[in-house]
């Protein structure tokens, strides 16, 4: 809000400089965000007022902090009319059909006026601070808001249809002319002020081009209103229109200035348009407003919070200045807080006015020497940054995504029996309908991040996300924590002589495998399993002591088809909570470096197809016994030279006794020990 120090002087006498009354304003929460010289020696101050604070939007309410903060006495506008003429109620008719929206309506009707150009002095006023001179009723009206804080409006009272006024919202696609020469489609979020035929006014917000005061106007009435300021502020984002009255009204007018202001106004356009004020008001309420609200204050938990000794007799010195009525009452401070100060609404409220007048600047300081909390690791934070480091150690980088997401997209990438499918939580009220549901799983997060990464030109893309899913439960979601891994493209680690090749199975199985083995879960089971989301052939439920603890495969060609995604994906989700367990009853057991050397065979075997890499390891360690250190795959070929329905596999055995050196006749007696029980167990032919 924009004020001059010589109007202000008006209304307060004050010794202060421009300086100095723009500190004392800011330290005490009214911020002076900047001071223009004027012509005459005057200045320009343009104040930032606080939502909370809207009896700060006139010049009398600076005037009462000004009081509180250096004393002295405020001179009020005059706001005494003469009223002459036919009673008001027989020249104006007021009808509320909008109770919440507007709780109160009081109108005055200026009879015989002359509109002109105002006058210089207040021309000079209206221009100080920023506004455009329309004419002598107009600037009245806008003069009064500046003074009071109470927006008003004027209307052509000939131009209302059977001289009636009706508050009411307005009708689905209703049109209407703004002041400012824009049609708009209105809805019934706006409140309307309308006459008998028509919408008239933006209630709290602009007049109508229809109705305004022009140079043929004859007659004015006068609206003072007070209207419910959610609606006013609803209303004027929908149509994006803010105005100086919806300003003050979406703060909180006072439903009590109502008379006073459109006194005021009368007054000053019977003085300077000519005419008569008609005698009596129009007011109409459809709502009690008290006078004063009731509160107590203990001066002795002022001063606990504040940190300072004030006396009683200071706070109630204080209040009183502010037009907060307080007196003592025994131990404590009974105080009346007036209609005008709406943010007043506990004992706290009233600690805060006495302590930004008392001074913030007065308050005692104190040196606080500082203290260092020794910073305790939980089990779970420690456990999670091993998993980071697990997967960032692998080329991964970490996504940190939104729990929200589109139902839709959950019911399409179903990752059961690992996760089995259920409801999403749907939110009641939704920003958007991609983001109305609580994810389930991680999937569809990082397949988005995926695919902008690889429409912005990534070669390869490794990602991986740790973070909340939500299950549906009674009477609130159950929350889980989950990995979720991915990767497509090119994989990484390619050297730059090396020709490049694209990501597979192998390598989401084998990321998941060194994240197991890191965590002292080797022996974890991948079992081939059909999955609704992952390709029927290249998928995986991962167990852990029978436990299902999540999958990983390629995602399915027509699940990536819907998703807009053409390269193929590799995924991989887990329950880390479950993770988590699992490891922990798991402890690392260390043992000597072998003293006596290995022996290693390899073994190529012709298998039926269907055959699973895990049984063949199997029954391989079953058939070694213990002289057998470790097995591994390293060769996997299907083609030429292969029977149909059949496939080779080759193997890497290492045999190794922890006692002595093994002969090469003791391990071939091994090794053809576990060659015939594959022939035998697996129909395996070797090669």
Not at 533 to 546: E, I, M, N, Q, T
């Amino acid at each position: 809000m924009k004020i001059t120090y010589n109007w202000l002087k008006e209304f307060i006498d004050f010794d202060w400089t421009v300086k100095e009354l723009s500190d004392k304003l800011t330290f005490s929460g009214i911020e002076v965000e900047a001071v223009e010289p004027l012509s005459g020696g005057d200045h320009l101050l343009d104040l930032e007022i606080t939502p909370n604070r809207p009896d700060c939007l006139s010049l009398l309410g600076i005037a009462r902090d000004i009081r509180a903060l250096a004393g002295g006495n405020i001179t009020p506008p005059d706001c005494t009319v003469a009223e002459k003429g036919q009673p008001v109620d027989q020249l104006a008719k007021l009808t509320i059909e909008d109770g919440a929206g507007c709780p109160r309506y009081l109108a005055r009707v200026i009879t015989g006026v002359k509109v002109a150009e105002s006058p210089g002095w207040l021309k000079a006023k209206i221009e100080s601070i920023g506004l455009r001179p329309i004419n002598n009723v107009a600037d009245a009206t806008n003069l009064v808001m500046y003074e009071l804080g109470h927006p008003l409006h004027a209307f052509d009272h000939d131009k209302l249809a059977d001289h009636t006024i009706i508050v009411r919202r307005a009708r689905p696609n209703e049109n209407f002319t703004t002041l400012d020469g824009v049609e708009r489609k209105l809805s019934a979020e706006n409140l309307v002020i309308a006459d008998a035929k028509r919408p008239v006014a933006l209630a709290g917000i602009m007049g109508g081009l229809e109705s305004e005061i022009s140079d043929h106007t004859k007659n004015v009435l006068l609206e003072s209103a007070y209207f419910d300021p959610n609606l006013i502020r609803r209303g004027s984002r929908l149509l994006g229109l803010q105005t100086e009255a919806s300003y003050r009204f979406e703060r909180g007018a006072d439903p009590l200035i109502l008379k006073k202001a459109a006194d005021r106004a009368a007054k000053l356009i019977a003085e300077l348009a000519g005419g008569q004020v008609a005698t009596g008001v129009l007011d109409v309420a459809k709502a009690e407003f008290p006078e004063y609200r009731q509160l107590s204050l203990r001066p002795e938990k002022a001063s606990s919070l504040l940190g300072v000794d004030i006396p009683a007799d200071r706070m109630i010195e204080i209040l009183n200045a502010l037009e907060i009525k307080a007196q003592k009452a025994g131990d404590i401070i009974e105080v009346q807080v007036p209609s005008f100060r709406s943010d007043i609404e506990r004992e706290v409220d009233l600690i805060e006015e006495v302590g930004r007048i008392y001074g913030y600047d007065n308050l005692p300081g104190e040196r606080i020497e500082p203290w260092a909390v020794p910073a305790v690791k939980r089990p779970k934070d420690i456990f999670l940054a091993g998993v980071s480091k697990a997967m960032t150690g692998q080329g991964f980088s970490e996504h940190y995504g939104l729990t929200l997401t589109d139902p839709g997209k959950l019911e399409t990438l179903d990752l059961s029996p690992a996760f089995p499918s259920q409801p999403a939580v749907e939110l009641v009220n939704p920003i958007s309908s991609d983001q109305s549901a609580l994810r389930t799983i991680l999937l569809p997060g990082l397949l988005e991040a995926a695919g902008q990464n690889l429409n912005n030109g990534r070669a390869g893309v490794r990602l991986f996300e740790m973070g909340k899913i939500f299950r549906p439960q009674k009477p609130s979601p159950d929350e889980g924590l989950h990995l979720g891994a991915l990767l497509c493209g090119q994989a990484s680690g390619q050297a730059w002589d090396a020709k490049p090749e694209a990501a597979d199975f192998f390598d989401i199985k084998g990321a998941l495998q060194f994240l197991l083995d890191s965590l002292g879960l080797a022996e974890a089971e991948f079992a081939a399993e059909k999955i609704p989301a992952l390709h029927p052939g290249r998928s995986a439920v991962v167990r852990v002591d029978k436990k299902i603890l999540g999958c990983c495969g390629e995602l399915d060609p027509a699940t990536s088809a819907k998703m807009g995604l053409k390269e193929r994906i590799y995924y991989l989700e887990i329950d880390l909570a479950l993770l988590m367990e699992l490891s922990g009853a798991k402890q690392n057991r260390y043992r000597e470096l072998p003293k006596y050397p290995s022996i290693k065979r390899d073994l190529a075997l012709e298998l039926p197809v269907e055959t699973e890499c895990r049984r063949v390891i199997e029954l391989i360690g079953q058939l070694a016994g213990g002289e057998l250190e470790s097995v591994s795959l390293f060769d996997l070929y299907q083609g030429k030279q292969i029977e149909p329905g059949r496939k080779s596999m080759a193997f890497s055995l290492v045999y190794r006794a922890a006692d002595r050196t093994l002969t090469d006749a003791e391990v071939s007696g091994i090794h053809q020990k576990v060659v015939e029980g594959l022939k035998g167990e697996l129909q395996a032919h070797i090669r």
